[in-house]
């Protein structure tokens, strides 16, 4: 789940890492409110789950209750590429003397976390790797042994951060691991990591992406509920207890299994389709299942066919050739589907089928024939 950044700031706060006096606000005399209270100068800040506010104009300073009204009511209902924003942070405004950045995230490859550190913050991350890498430092922190403040103070300083915010970056990095390890983040952002002109350092921002698999262990997340935005076609998934991830092709994807799900989305791409979505139906293809996927798919309109990829190894293709027919009587597609059926009792499901067989139930007997027919049904390659 990832956090807007009003939250990453509270968020931060339990693990002591330094922030603004700041509130929330949804409405403009809100704003005024929160204003007086964190004292001016103040910044108000659109709260959208997507970077490059300031650059879109969703972040302002404003000096007296004037302003914040004149920023607020502009900034409230902005739509910020594609998100329309509904919420505002309001905080005290920071003297900058230097913009750096800070961040924690998994390293997958090397199997260690990885914290980045540079001394050109304020701009994206993304940009400074690709323009000067060598200015960002790097270093590989071993769950078992943590991040040592030595180890901290070294990072700084081969960053190249001012003498003077050394010390407090280092601290407030060790604060962060903290934060990251167990507040089970997979990532803790700042940038910028601000040097006020009075040597202080904190996180002017903050980008959050909570570990979900982690909530268990977690109650206080539930104060983040309710604020999550999230894909249409995802939440009826979860209600019908379905593995699914939107994307935004035209060819809808069902398959048994997550390796094979994935492999079907690799072919599908691999004949020049694009896939509407990712689907695991597991195990248990039945009618119920069966039925819940389709109408899942059915609810995307960009979807113009539907690839159903089986392969019966536990899983028995009579029975799924049973849901689909099933399926069939109860769901009114808007999409034909091309059907893959192969493995264990793969002709009794074909027998089972046939008297279905039209131009809205294609069988196609190999997985990249398939592939290529319900990409073709789709309008061919993009
Ligand atoms: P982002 O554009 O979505 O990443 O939003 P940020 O929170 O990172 O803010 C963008 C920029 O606005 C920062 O890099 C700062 O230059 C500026 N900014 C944000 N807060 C303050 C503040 O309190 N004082 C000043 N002077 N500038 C600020
Ligand atoms: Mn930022």
Redesign the pocket.
Known sequence: MDLY?YQGKQYFARYGIPT?PGGVADTVEEAVVQADRAGYPV?V?AQVKV?????AGG?K?AADAEQVRTHASAILGMDIHGHVVHRLWV?H????AR?YYASFTLDRAAKLHLCMVSAKG?VEIEEVAATDPDAIARLHVDPVDGLSPQGAQRLVADAGLDPEARAPAAELLVALYRCYVEGDCDLAEI??LILTTDGRVHA??AKVTLDDNAAFRHPEWEQFAGTETFDERELLAKEKGLNYIGLSGSVGIIANGAGLAMSTLDVVTQVGGTAANFLDIGGGANADVMAAALEVINTDDAVLSIFVNIFGGITRCDEVANGIVEALGRVDLRSPIVLRLDGTNAEAGHEILASHISDRLVVDETMLGAARRAVALAGGEK
């Open positions: 950044e603004s910044v800040k970077g490059g506010r300031g650059k972040i300073l905080e405004a920071s003297d900058i913009e304020g940038n910028p002017l921002d």
